[in-house]
């Protein structure tokens, strides 16, 4: 095994940038695959996959500048020639990998020309004016190669603007300069003539149908381009149309995080509270008891006050209705006396007249002492009865005069007047 010093190029332009160099470990007899970029558009891009023993002259030439000879012991690991033919074939018989930017990609086309040994390999669908990276690897485990590329700008130009890249392979050791190295070469300029006309046909029937497909997928990436252009244009006119509406939905947002830091804090002031209510709550309780046994206690001695308070009531009720009942009472009373009061007045003008009539008696009798009505006896006026004392001892009610005291004008008249006066100052 030798350990050669190689580069990969990478086409991201007209020229690729030669990244640091890495070492590899190869062995000379077996063949690697290089990638060439041939062809970049807007839209697409075109490599050709080949082997870097192209015949077994290369092959020879790679081991005389390493030092080994064809004869020595490796040779019976160097590929036939008409094995070599067949590299990219056996490469690509159980599939080829590719992604770009890291995702699979499923639009690629590739056709492998058995003469020439090689593959021509076009990734289509892309986007005008990006940058790619675009790996290639063997679906058997095999290598893997990666190139980076810019799509073109479109142009105005109805014909597709190709621009051709260099081609970007492992760069072969260089060649000695012994002449030995140059008998190896067999074949004639007849059959080289042949092959590569032969090879002109597939590759200008290739290209016709290569820029059909091109034609097709530019088609295609123009109308998804269209369409991705009027999407993005629809979405920027609703979003400029809800721009207002975010803004208020930003400002309830902001409403309503204040709101929730609000109530955050009102929750933790009410677990505070609600904590020292905690606390509090076997005082409380206990305080509760205490109370609930006063209100009991009051409770009672409201009852029993409440009991004297009936009792007083029905008491008090039954003298009022005593009282009522007395006023009654009293009331006819005094409609009685008020009757009798009433009859007394309509009699006070007859005695005052019977008064006077006395009076004038009483004047004849002393202007003739010894007149026939002047006689009266001590022991026929009779004596003052106890309720005639009263009565002149303090006014009372004016009753009606009996006929018994009335004197008639065949008693003496001294006895009427004494009558009269009697019954007038109980009057009074």
């Not at 062809?39 to 015949?55: G, N, P, R």
């Not at 609930?292 to 206690?297: I, L, S, T, V, Y």
């Not at 026939?372 to 001590?378: A, D, K, S």
Request: charged share 30%; aromatic share 4%.
């Amino acid at each position: 095994m030798v350990v050669v010093h190689s580069w990969h190029m990478s086409s991201d332009g007209p020229v690729g940038d030669i990244p640091p160099s890495e070492w590899h470990s190869v062995r000379p007899w077996s063949p690697r695959l290089s990638l060439s970029v041939r062809e970049i558009t807007s839209v697409s891009a075109t490599f050709i996959l080949s082997s870097t023993f192209s015949d077994r002259g290369e092959q020879d030439l790679l081991l005389e500048s390493l030092g080994i000879g064809p004869d020595d012991e490796f040779e019976e690991h160097v590929v036939d020639v008409d094995d070599g033919r067949a590299i990219i074939s056996d490469a690509l018989a159980k599939g080829l990998s590719v992604n770009v930017n890291g995702n699979p990609w499923s639009k690629v086309i590739f056709h492998i020309d058995d003469k020439s040994d090689e593959a021509i390999i076009i990734i289509y669908a892309l986007m005008p004016g990006r940058q790619y990276d675009i790996d290639l690897g063997l679906v058997n485990g095999g290598q893997s190669l990666r190139r980076q590329v810019v799509t073109e700008v479109p142009s105005h130009s109805p014909e597709f603007d190709h621009v051709p890249s260099p081609e970007a392979s492992l760069p072969t050791p260089s060649t000695p300069t012994n002449p030995t190295v140059q008998t190896y070469a067999s074949i004639t300029l007849e059959e080289r003539l042949a092959q590569l006309q032969h090879t002109l046909s597939t590759l200008t029937a290739e290209h016709e149908t290569l820029t059909t497909n091109f034609k097709a997928a530019r088609r295609d990436a123009q109308k998804a381009d269209a369409t991705l252009r009027s999407e993005i244009d629809g979405l920027k006119r609703a979003t400029e149309k809800n721009a207002v509406s975010e803004h208020r939905a930003r400002q309830k947002v902001l409403a309503l995080q204040e709101a929730v830091k609000r109530a955050q804090a009102a929750t933790v002031d009410i677990q505070n509270a609600v904590q020292e209510v905690e606390e509090a709550l076997p005082a409380l309780r206990e305080q509760k008891k205490c109370k609930e046994e006063d209100h009991a206690k009051v409770k009672e001695a409201a009852d029993r006050a409440r009991r004297e308070v009936e009792k007083e009531n029905e008491r008090e009720k039954k003298r009022v209705e005593a009282l009522k009942n007395e006023l009654a009472g009293l009331g006819h009373r005094m409609d009685k006396l008020n009757g009798k009061k009433e009859k007394l007045e309509n009699a006070i003008p007859d005695l005052e007249e019977q008064l006077r009539e006395v009076e004038k008696e009483i004047e004849q009798i002393e202007m003739d002492p010894y007149g026939p009505l002047n006689y009266v006896e001590e022991n026929d006026v009779p004596p003052p009865t106890s309720e005639q004392r009263s009565r002149q001892a303090s006014p009372g009610v004016i009753g009606r005069p009996s006929q018994t005291s009335l004197q008639r004008p065949h008693y003496p008249a001294k006895r009427r007047h004494l009558s009269l006066v009697d019954q007038f100052a109980d009057y009074r």
